[in-house]
């Protein structure tokens, strides 16, 4: 299957600072990719939808704004959040699938403390 | 709006057995259904994918079925083994299949 890419594996910041996860997908050009947050214990949930050469789609709920998405080239995009709080903390997956079937990047632990 | 509902929310079975989780959507429109496995603290691993068209997917122990009309989803695993513990979750593709709408997950122990 296809190969999906994410860095770095596990971040520790301090509250109100940046942090960027990156995803790559490395056998396959991606125009789309997707962003999910996964709390403990419970399922992924969809954050949004990131489109290379054009804005991302937010899913309700979500603040464009705080979480921000960069999708400058076919194999490479990026989720950045800002002023992170605790309540940020989270694990981070990205997803990206040539045709119709999604593959998983391993993962970003953010802990923000 | 598309929910996916897995039960049960857990079980724990004797290595060996065979067993059936279950996955059920809300929309019969659904592009895809995907089964994924997850590993405590890991990323998902992509078992299994079901087009609207097809009926069932095998690979080795796995087996797939898609219901459509009836919006379930089962998944089938022969002579489980200890190594099959993990959460196992379904999804269902909507807007052109990219777009995964998941289930809660089902966490499997495998009891030596």
């Known amino acids: 299957g296809a190969v999906v890419s994410q860095h770095p594996s596990w971040v520790i910041c301090k509250s109100g600072t940046s942090v960027k996860i990156e995803c790559r997908s490395l056998d396959f050009q991606a125009t789309t990719m997707f962003w999910y947050r996964q709390f403990p214990k419970q399922s992924l949930m969809l954050m949004a939808t990131s489109n290379e050469g054009s804005k991302a789609t937010y899913e309700q709920g979500v603040e464009k704004d705080k979480f921000l998405i960069n999708h400058a080239s076919l194999t490479l995009s990026t989720l950045t959040v800002t002023s992170a709080h605790p309540e940020d903390s989270s694990f981070y997956i990205c997803?990206?699938?040539?045709?119709?079937?999604?593959?998983f990047g391993p993962g970003t632990r953010l802990t923000v403390l | 709006k598309q929910e996916v509902t897995q039960i049960p929310a857990a079980l724990s079975v004797p290595e060996g057995e065979n067993l059936v989780l279950n996955c059920s959507f809300t929309?019969?429109?659904?592009?895809?259904l995907q089964w994924f496995r997850q590993d405590p603290g890991k990323g998902l691993t992509s078992l299994l994918l079901i087009q609207s068209s097809q009926r069932e997917q095998t690979s080795g122990r796995l087996n797939a079925s898609l219901d459509k009309s009836s919006g379930r989803s089962t998944l089938y695993i022969a002579a489980s083994q200890p190594g099959d513990s993990a959460t196992y979750l379904c999804?269902?593709?909507?807007?052109?299949?990219?777009?995964?709408?998941f289930g809660q997950g089902t966490r499997l122990t495998i009891n030596p």
């Open positions: 999804a269902g593709g909507i807007q052109g299949a990219q777009k995964l709408v």
């Open positions: 997803s990206a699938g040539p045709h119709n079937e999604q593959f």
């Open positions: 929309d019969s429109a659904i592009y895809n």
